[in-house]
């Protein structure tokens, strides 16, 4: 029976139902395999492994694939998963020869094996530099490497965020989990650097301050941290009772008048360069400087400047992540963070940043065991020797995360005070 298409009639479902269908067969479609990077970078195409994401969760459980999702939450998904990891990650290190052997052996690796952009800028290394950058709206760092008692000063105040592997003893560690910011990175060696083509001899301390009979300017690192120590050695305290000494007002008032017998002689640096552009350039006869880097400069530069390991101090530095850093940045930072600890990496970098140092100490220390690690996991992979003197000084960072913020008032006013 015939039944026209009418307004003013309804055509019944059976007619539909006695209907012939005809199905278009269709050639199966090629397989579409997915690249993993696209998995860890955004690519142009963010919804290319958009089947991928909905079926990790069940196969990472050892579970059948769960039922696809709607376009809509699938094109969510991937748009996460797109913006989890950006394509390149702001990082602030220290400058000088050690920047330039982290950007040969960590930073250019890393890049090659992830498409990951590392934007390094160098800095001072200061906790007022970091204060004056959050205060400004934002760190603009997200990855920050820095001295280990500043970094947990800037952990307490809620600069950086803390991380498992954190360092810092419980009041540093803000959080539930009683983790600290600061991840081990380096163990730097500060020792007295000077030009051999103008002192014969070897230095001390004592002769550091002797401008009476050596003529000349002195460097010293516009920090309380290790310039304290310093003078107070320059003094005649051995370094087993530095921080005996420090604890004590009269301990620190010593310190403050040594320096003062100092300093119309002293030109600041704060950062490894300047240490080096001040010897170099001829405007100190000596200085305080990172080992690491007068090595570098001695080898590069074909000069001659001696160091001396006795009384040198042993400071760490640490990897923070800023509370600044987004979500898909702290991803990125921590993966940064994995890789350089593994052990050809930690290597390669300790090959590069100091295989020109080579005095003959009576002890070694390694950047692999550094304060603070306390198992196998909390430490950087193995790395070439530190030398290292039996009476170098290890820096106190939990007395200096105590009196760092009021120590650094009083000696910038000593400073400035004419």
Not at 230 to 250: E, F, H, K
Not at 276 to 300: F, H, K, N, Y
Not at 375 to 396: E, G, I, Y
Request: one cysteine or more.
């Amino acid at each position: 029976m015939h039944y026209p298409l009418s307004p003013s009639r309804l055509v019944p479902s059976s007619w539909f139902l006695a209907q012939p269908v005809h199905r278009k067969r269709e050639s199966p479609r090629p397989e579409r395999r997915c690249d993993p990077r696209e998995m860890i970078r955004p690519s142009r195409s963010p919804f290319r492994c958009a089947p991928v994401l909905w079926l990790l969760p069940a196969l990472a459980c050892g579970g059948a694939a769960a039922e696809p999702p709607t376009p809509t939450a699938s094109r969510a998904a991937v748009s996460r998963q797109a913006s989890a990891h950006p394509d390149a990650l702001q990082v602030a290190s220290l400058g000088g020869g050690l920047q330039e052997a982290q950007q040969a052996t960590l930073f250019k690796p890393f890049n090659d094996q992830t498409d990951i952009a590392l934007h390094v800028q160098g800095w001072d290394g200061s906790l007022s530099t970091l204060q004056k950058r959050a205060a400004s709206g934002a760190v603009g760092w997200d990855l920050v490497l820095m001295e280990e008692a500043p970094l947990r000063v800037a952990c307490r105040q809620g600069l950086f965020i803390p991380d498992p592997r954190g360092t810092g003893d419980r009041a540093d560690r803000p959080d539930s989990t009683g983790a600290g910011c600061g991840v081990s990175a380096w163990r730097e060696s500060i020792v007295l650097a000077w030009d051999k083509g103008r002192v014969d001899s070897t230095p001390t301390w004592a002769d550091f301050w002797d401008v009476a009979r050596r003529p000349g300017k002195r460097g010293l690192k516009r920090d309380p941290r290790g310039t304290l120590e310093i003078a107070l050695m320059a003094d005649g305290v051995a370094p087993s009772d530095i921080y005996r000494t420090l604890q004590t007002p009269d301990g620190i008032n010593r310190a403050f008048r040594k320096l003062d017998q100092l300093k119309p002689y002293i030109v600041w640096w704060q950062t490894p360069a300047e240490a080096v552009q001040i010897i170099e350039s001829g405007a100190v006869l000596m200085t305080s400087a990172p080992s690491g880097e007068i090595a570098t400069a001695d080898r590069l530069g074909n000069r001659h400047f001696g160091t001396q390991w006795q009384q040198s101090l042993g400071d760490v530095l640490d990897w923070g992540i800023t509370r600044s850093a987004g979500p898909a940045a702290r991803d990125v930072a921590r993966h940064l963070l994995d890789f350089t600890r593994q052990p050809d990496r930690a290597q390669a970098f300790a090959a590069a940043y100091l295989a020109q140092a080579n005095p003959s100490p009576s002890t070694t220390a390694t950047a692999a065991d550094p304060p603070g690690a306390t198992a196998s996991t909390d430490k950087p992979a193995p790395a070439a020797p530190v030398p290292r003197h039996a009476d170098t000084l290890m820096l106190d960072e939990d007395f200096w995360a105590a009196q760092l913020e009021p120590l650094g008032r009083r000696f910038e006013a000593w400073i400035s005070a004419k």
